[in-house]
């Protein structure tokens, strides 16, 4: 039975989905400066809604007048869409602007958390696969498949159990999972985060309390934090800029730098 499924499966090796974790963190990072970019591309309403008809090769679709009864189904349901989507994100911007940008900003800031963290657990997971006694980090496994679907649910568990009140959960678990599981130390050189990299590790765990913040805590931090000289005083709303955000990327794209110089070498 067992081997049916495997039959059935794709079969991928780990050094592919070692890459392929690092790409999803890297142009999730990307993703957050695009969008960063695009929230300041326009101006007004009709603007956003005619660059969209452009991108699409419709301009025609935002000119008022022409009548819809000529439109093709496809046509009028792509404009009844875009139009209805243009609506909700000039609302959305003016509301962020009102708001000094801080929206946008907190959304960003949310963003770069997760795909950090979302980085750190698929890491671990390849590198646990790769250190059990079937595979090394070259050898292929089954998706899903028994050995890796365990290690999934073994890796998840220990994310939710690491750290406590007085040690950082991701730095506990960069620790344990990611350095201490590497199956080639020669070729990927991560250290602890008490040896390598600990202002980066500082302003990340800044960056976590600002979005649990954020998050839980009607965006006010409990203490003063501070990222590279910008205070954010406890109990007072949280004012993030586009700097703060620059320090974070910096600060967790360092943290993962060993793979990213091995994988370009590939």
Same mark, same amino acid.
């Given at each position: 039975?067992?081997?049916?499924?495997?039959?059935?499966?794709?079969?991928?090796?780990?050094?592919?989905l070692?890459?392929?974790?690092?790409?999803?963190?890297e142009?999730?990072l990307?993703?957050?400066?695009?969008?960063?970019?695009?929230? %300041?591309?326009?101006?007004?309403?009709?603007?956003?809604?005619?660059?969209?008809?452009?991108?699409?090769?419709?301009?025609e679709?935002?000119d008022?007048?022409?009548s819809?009864?000529?439109?093709?189904?496809?046509?009028?349901?792509?404009?009844?869409?875009?139009?209805?989507?243009?609506?909700?994100?000039?609302?959305?911007?003016?509301?962020?602007n009102?708001?000094?940008?801080?929206?946008?900003?907190?959304?960003?800031?949310?963003?770069?958390?997760?795909? $950090?963290?979302?980085?750190?657990?698929n890491?671990?997971?390849?590198?646990?696969?790769?250190?059990?006694?079937? $595979?090394?980090?070259?050898?292929?496994?089954?998706?899903?498949?028994?050995? $890796?679907?365990?290690?999934l649910?073994?890796?998840?568990?220990?994310?939710?159990?690491?750290?406590?009140?007085?040690?950082?959960?991701?730095?506990? $678990?960069?620790?344990?999972?990611?350095?201490?599981?590497?199956?080639?130390?020669?070729?990927?050189?991560?250290?602890?985060?008490?040896?390598?990299?600990?202002?980066?590790?500082?302003?990340?765990?800044?960056?976590?309390?600002?979005?649990?913040?954020?998050?839980?805590?009607l965006?006010?931090?409990?203490?003063?934090?501070?990222?590279?000289?910008?205070?954010?005083?406890?109990?007072?709303?949280?004012?993030?800029? %586009?700097?703060?955000?620059?320090?974070?990327?910096?600060?967790?794209?360092?943290?993962?730098?060993?793979?990213?110089?091995?994988?370009?070498?590939?």
């Amino acid at each position: 039975m067992s081997t049916d499924l495997h039959k059935s499966v794709e079969q991928v090796a780990l050094s592919l989905l070692l890459e392929n974790a690092y790409e999803d963190f890297e142009h999730n990072l990307f993703s957050v400066g695009t969008r960063f970019l695009l929230w %300041g591309s326009f101006d007004s309403e009709s603007m956003l809604l005619g660059n969209y008809f452009k991108s699409k090769k419709k301009p025609e679709l935002n000119d008022q007048r022409r009548s819809d009864r000529n439109l093709s189904r496809e046509d009028y349901q792509l404009k009844v869409q875009a139009s209805l989507a243009a609506s909700e994100a000039w609302k959305y911007y003016e509301w962020s602007n009102k708001n000094n940008r801080q929206p946008i900003l907190r959304d960003c800031l949310i963003s770069y958390c997760s795909a $950090f963290e979302n980085c750190l657990k698929n890491v671990a997971l390849v590198f646990k696969l790769a250190k059990s006694k079937k $595979f090394g980090i070259e050898d292929q496994v089954f998706v899903p498949g028994d050995q $890796f679907t365990k290690a999934l649910k073994d890796i998840n568990s220990e994310w939710e159990h690491a750290g406590d009140d007085k040690k950082f959960r991701q730095r506990v $678990f960069y620790d344990t999972y990611v350095c201490e599981l590497n199956p080639i130390q020669r070729k990927y050189s991560f250290l602890k985060s008490d040896i390598k990299n600990q202002s980066e590790w500082e302003t990340y765990e800044v960056a976590v309390k600002l979005r649990n913040a954020v998050i839980h805590q009607l965006g006010r931090c409990v203490t003063q934090e501070c990222i590279d000289g910008h205070i954010f005083p406890a109990m007072q709303e949280i004012e993030l800029n %586009g700097r703060d955000l620059e320090k974070i990327s910096t600060a967790i794209k360092k943290i993962m730098e060993p793979l990213c110089f091995e994988l370009n070498q590939l």
